[in-house]
């Protein structure tokens, strides 16, 4: 039940219970106060406060983003947003799981499912992250043996899990993140005096960019949106 009440966007599952021991949810106008009754969508009228809710369907959207678009739905100053780009994926509203700089590119999901976004944005849920990072100077071997020891910035302490020179050209980075807190890739290139060109998000968790070609999007597939159930 507090699961259904939380799809209906009314709230979120901890506090659909609350509002359960509350007195305030009913099902087919029966008050339930009993934590973990489960309901039947397709049979059950399921009432907050005298009103009827019924639960979105749950989308989950993949973008390919490119430079210079804001990764929100809607900008009010007109600026061209990804919100442009999947205008036609579906027509419940869905929103980024997480914050990317107008200025990077790479992959980011966009979804309505909050109790998923609450998840995959959880400290104690540090999803694989890989990027491509293009550096205005050459990095140098003990650059990357910085990024693998790791450092302290403003937002903690932070390192690489993996990192090495794309195809050896020092100014083409991989590097593998365990980490959901925003710039952080940028910030650590910055921490050790680098300018960064590009930032480009090519994994999230169990998600890749293969055949999502840049300012395409298309939707999860019933494995890859399991795989990353799993690892939250």
Same mark, same amino acid.
């Given at each position: 039940?507090?699961?259904?009440?939380?799809?209906?966007?009314?709230?979120?599952?901890?506090?659909?219970?609350?509002?359960?021991?509350?007195?305030?949810?009913? $099902?087919?106008?029966?008050?339930?106060?009993?934590?973990?009754?489960?309901?039947?969508?397709?049979?059950?009228?399921?009432?907050?406060?005298?009103?009827?809710?019924?639960?979105?369907?749950?989308?989950?959207?993949? $973008?390919?983003?490119?430079?210079?678009?804001?990764?929100?739905?809607?900008?009010?100053?007109?600026?061209?947003?990804?919100?442009?780009?999947?205008?036609?994926?579906?027509?419940?509203?869905?929103?980024?799981?997480?914050?990317?700089?107008?200025?990077?590119?790479?992959?980011?999901?966009?979804?309505?499912?909050?109790?998923?976004?609450?998840?995959?944005? &959880?400290?104690?849920?540090?999803?694989?992250?890989?990027? &491509?990072?293009?550096?205005?100077?050459?990095?140098?071997?003990?650059?990357?043996?910085?990024?693998?020891?790791?450092?302290?910035?403003?937002?903690?302490?932070?390192?690489?899990?993996? $990192?090495?020179?794309?195809?050896?050209?020092?100014?083409?980075?991989?590097?593998?993140? &365990?980490?959901?807190?925003?710039?952080?890739?940028?910030?650590?290139?910055?921490?050790?005096?680098?300018?960064?060109?590009?930032?480009?998000? $090519?994994?999230?968790?169990?998600?890749?960019?293969?055949?999502?070609?840049?300012?395409?999007?298309? &939707?999860?597939?019933?494995?890859?949106?399991?795989?990353?159930?799993?690892?939250?």
């Amino acid at each position: 039940l507090n699961r259904y009440i939380a799809q209906a966007g009314v709230c979120s599952r901890r506090e659909a219970d609350v509002m359960i021991g509350a007195g305030v949810v009913s $099902v087919n106008n029966k008050v339930i106060t009993e934590l973990g009754f489960k309901v039947d969508p397709t049979k059950d009228t399921v009432k907050v406060e005298g009103d009827t809710i019924r639960p979105e369907n749950m989308r989950y959207v993949l $973008v390919n983003k490119p430079k210079n678009f804001l990764a929100v739905e809607y900008d009010p100053s007109g600026r061209r947003t990804i919100g442009d780009l999947i205008k036609n994926a579906c027509r419940e509203r869905i929103a980024p799981v997480d914050r990317v700089e107008k200025e990077s590119t790479g992959l980011i999901l966009f979804t309505n499912d909050g109790e998923m976004a609450k998840r995959l944005n &959880h400290p104690k849920v540090a999803l694989r992250e890989l990027y &491509h990072v293009t550096l205005a100077k050459k990095a140098t071997p003990e650059d990357l043996e910085k990024l693998l020891e790791g450092f302290v910035l403003d937002q903690g302490f932070v390192k690489a899990k993996e $990192v090495s020179f794309v195809k050896n050209d020092p100014h083409e980075i991989g590097m593998e993140i &365990h980490s959901n807190r925003s710039r952080i890739v940028r910030r650590m290139f910055e921490h050790l005096g680098h300018k960064v060109v590009k930032v480009d998000r $090519v994994v999230y968790g169990p998600l890749t960019k293969k055949d999502l070609p840049r300012g395409h999007w298309r &939707h999860l597939t019933d494995d890859e949106l399991n795989l990353l159930r799993m690892t939250t």
